[in-house]
Every structure is written in C-alpha cells, then in structure tokens.
C-alpha cells in the first residue's frame, strides 16, 4: 500500500507540468528602466514576491564586458566561407534587477522583493529559430548550423554556430562588418510557455510567448 501511494505522488510530481509546482498569477505589473525597457513582473502566493517574464535575449558577455561572439573568414578554393559563433543568454543584468528592486520598494514598501525570473517552459524539442525574409535571413536560414536550446535559468549561456558559403557568406560578412541596419531584418526568435493561475476563475493555464531580437539590437 505505501508503495502504491508513493508511485501515485511520483506521478502527480511529474506528469503534468502544471501539477507539483506553484503557479504564477495572471495579473501583472509593469516596471520601466530609465532606458525604456518594459518589465512585466508576475506574484505566487507571497505577495510580496516578483518574478519577471522572461526578457532581453542577447549576446552573453566576457568579463571584459565585450559580446561574446566570433566571424572567421577564409577561402576554400576560390569560394568564401564564415564561420559565425556566439554566446546567447537572457534576464536581467544585476544593474537592472538593483533598479526594479528600488522602483519595487518606491511603489510599494520596503517589504517587496524582486525573486528573479519566472520560469520558462520552452516549446517541446525548441532552440532558437531565424526569422525573416531578406537575403542576409535566408543566408542564416540556409547555413549549417549547431545550436543547443537555451537555458531555463537566466544569464546563462548557450552556443551557436552558423557556417555559410559563397555569396551568402560574402553578404553576411560584409553586412556584420558595417554594423549595416539590414541587419534588423534578421531575427532569432525563441517560444516559450508560462503556467499561470487566474485567481478570478480558479483554473491553471499555459500561455504562449516569443522571446526575440533582431541582429542589429543584438550588436548594439
């Protein structure tokens, strides 16, 4: 009988990913920085707690502060190659996390505390895809390419790898290399999934969303 019940929690702990966690509320609260960006903060059971949607997709950064990212060029035979390698994080830097706290307890009392991120599900098997419909997009869409999924937990890191040839190789080199703004018509788009309660109707729920930017943001 002990064993039976034990199996039974074992199965409610994993099967649904809405069972066996505590659930975010629906209703949320916006907190804007100083450089205008719009942070959708989420409570749980403590109402003094916030988790932030995820946010900011972008280049992770070395401990010099410079973007993690690489463009190799070379030639085999008379055809160009790139070989195009970066470092792909999300979240809140410390600094920002600092300011929502201090707007936080500005709005609401030194009681109220910043938790971090809400917890993402990504889309079953998902990494992050290319979006667009330019020449320098279909050049990435095209290229061979190694990409993990990126992390559940922010200001981590995941690798990406993107090899092309030719005149695709040519127009992304010469693009990235200008810091042309063509590059706003290439887009790294990530789905994901929050589990919510509304506390009105008393049901769980999953809600979609992308996290994305486009190439030029993330260079900039």
């Known amino acids: 009988m002990r064993k039976l019940i034990f199996i039974v929690l074992i199965m409610l702990a994993s099967g649904s990913p809405l069972l066996g966690q505590s659930l975010y509320d629906a209703a949320s609260q916006e907190v804007v ?7 959708q903060l989420h409570q749980k059971s403590n109402p003094d707690h916030f988790f932030y949607e995820p946010i900011q997709l972008r280049f992770a950064t070395s401990r010099k502060g410079e973007p993690a990212y690489s ?3 070379y030639k085999d035979g008379n055809e160009t190659v790139v070989i ?3 470092l ?6 410390q600094d920002q996390m600092t300011a929502v706290q201090d707007t936080l307890v500005q709005q609401q009392g030194k009681t109220v505390q910043l938790m971090g991120a809400m917890m993402p599900a990504w889309e079953t098997a998902a990494v992050p895809r290319i979006e667009g419909s330019s020449s320098l997009a ?5 290229a061979k390419v190694q990409m993990g999924k ?15 040839r030719g005149a695709d190789a040519e127009a992304f080199q010469k693009a990235w290399g200008e810091r042309s703004p063509t590059l706003r018509e290439v887009t790294i788009v990530l789905p994901y999934t929050l589990h919510y309660k509304d506390g009105t ?6 809600s979609a969303h992308l996290l994305k930017r486009n190439f030029y943001q ?3």
Do not use: D
């Open 33 to 39: 920085l100083e450089n205008g960006l719009s942070i």
């Open 71 to 73: 463009l190799l060029s």
């Open 84 to 86: 195009f390698h970066f």
């Open 88 to 93: 792909l994080t999300w979240g809140l830097t």
């Open 138 to 142: 279909k050049a990435l869409q095209n």
């Open 150 to 164: 990126l992390p559940l937990t922010p200001n981590t890191q995941m690798a990406a790898s993107f090899q092309m």
């Open 201 to 206: 109707r008393g049901v769980a729920y999953e």
């Open 218 to 220: 993330l260079i900039h």
